[in-house]
T-cell receptor
Framework: DAGITQSPRHKVTETGTPVTLRCHQT?????MYWYRQDPGHGLRLIHY???????DKGEVSDGYSVSRSKTEDFLLTLESATSSQTSVYFC???????????FGPGTRLLVL | GQQLNQSPQSMFIQEGEDVSMNCTSS?????WLWYKQEPGEGPVLLIA?????ELTSNGRLTAQFGITRKDSFLNISASIPSDVGIYFC????????????FGTGTKLQVIP
């Protein structure tokens, strides 16, 4: 298994509060991704990173920001959580161009 | 955002039966991937296909990259209870950030 951990694994928060999810990898892979998974929508890309301090938006980036200050960590922040951001969030990594993505175990977020 | 059409959405089968599922797209892909997700876990890569017409096996699993590059198929032979889970197809384009488009999943339940 690829060395990917996510923290926390579960979180309950209230609407309007900031939330940060962490993805940590031990594979030294260049690319890191954040997805959300919702019933009927499959996996949708939120943001991705192609190197330290290099990030870009995915298809559902509104309300989310990311940071990558070192190769092994990719942070996803919900600046002001909303109920529509209740979801399961997955981090993924991949190596050089053309390699497939490997997923972390997920973070289940509930926004009340 | 674009999604792949995956069918069937769910299936109940008897242990020992063979299973077929497929994925179609309106766009071509350079790589097709099949993942399995078990409850509370992240998707795990089963098979990756890199060439149109390619047929690849992984134990009891066999997947094919369609000739048109717009579809892919996954077969599971002699199903067993641990095959239960959600199977996702994904299409991948080559490129700097390797955008991957995921299907909505096929939920497989095996009746012992």
């Amino acid at each position: 298994d690829a060395g990917i951990t996510q923290s926390p694994r579960h979180k309950v928060t209230e609407t309007g509060t900031p939330v940060t999810l962490r993805c940590h990898q031990t594979e030294n892979h260049r690319y890191m991704y954040w997805y959300r998974q919702d019933p009927g929508h499959g996996l949708r890309l939120i943001h991705y990173s192609y190197g330290v301090k290099d990030t870009d938006k995915g298809e559902v980036s509104d309300g989310y920001s990311v940071s990558r200050s070192k190769t092994e960590d990719f942070l996803l922040t919900l600046e002001s959580a909303t109920s529509s951001q209740t979801s399961v969030y997955f981090c993924a990594i991949s190596g050089s161009s053309g390699e497939t993505q490997y997923f972390g175990p997920g973070t289940r977020l509930l926004v009340l | 955002g674009q999604q792949l059409n995956q069918s069937p959405q769910s299936m109940f089968i008897q242990e020992g039966e063979d299973v077929s599922m497929n994925c179609t797209s309106s766009s071509i892909f350079n790589t097709w991937l099949w993942y399995k997700q078990e409850p509370g876990e992240g998707p795990v890569l089963l098979i990756a296909l890199y060439k149109a017409g390619e047929l690849t096996s992984n134990g009891r699993l066999t997947a094919q990259f369609g000739i048109t590059r717009k579809d892919s198929f996954l077969n599971i032979s002699a199903s067993i209870p641990s095959d239960v889970g959600i199977y996702f197809c994904a299409g991948q384009l080559s490129g700097g950030y390797q955008k991957v488009t995921f299907g909505t999943g096929t939920k497989l339940q095996v009746i012992p």
